[in-house]
């Protein structure tokens, strides 16, 4: 497939919540053998890869604040998540989390903060360091939250029906109903079905035919409020 698209000055990103939309909903997922791909979500992102997409990681892990798990339990998950993707061809580009909640039990992260979604931390400091437009991003979550984080940072949000998705659908709908307003959001049944839709819209939009430069996975600066690594690659 040579489906290149320009991605110089405001180059397009897609953001991925992870749990649900990735890998299957765990509660507090903590550790790699609890980690499972949704079916076709590796050979969505393999297409968002061969694009010249970036794709990162966007996620909320209270569970670091809550005490059930540590940063370094997430790094492992994320080193085997990439372990599983590579099999597929499939590669993230960064990863965000969020290791603070208001309730939080461990006192450093005891924090009201402006990276948990639905706020947008996560979204602005990654493109700002990984030069990605939010006006061309795409955030693909299922949670209502990872919607709401996608309008107020100017994204779009995709709703997938994996994980927590079903369940927000219904509760957009029941809304919907009851205010007798039209249901606005975009829900698809999954990743594979986002990334059909999120590479369908950029391919009209964008000029094609043009190398991507390479993604800068290179640029490291140390930021205490937000968890982010890149793969080992
Ligand atoms: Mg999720
Ligand atoms: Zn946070």
Known sequence: MDTKIWTGPGRPAVFLDRDGTINEEVKYLSSPHQLRLIPGAAEAIARLNQAGIPVIVVTNQSGIARGFYTEDDVELVHSYLDKLLADHGASIDAYYYCPHHPGAIVKQYLVDCECRKPRTGMLSA???????????????????????AAVSAGARGILVRTGYGKEAEQELLSEAEASGAALVANIVDD????????????SQSQPQGIQPPKFAANFRHHQPEIGRHYPHS
């Open 126 to 148: 990654a493109a700002a360091q990984e030069n990605v437009s939010l006006a061309q991003a795409y955030l693909v979550g299922d949670k209502r939250s990872d919607l709401r």
């Open 191 to 202: 990743l594979a079905a986002a990334v059909d839709q999120i590479l369908a819209t950029l």
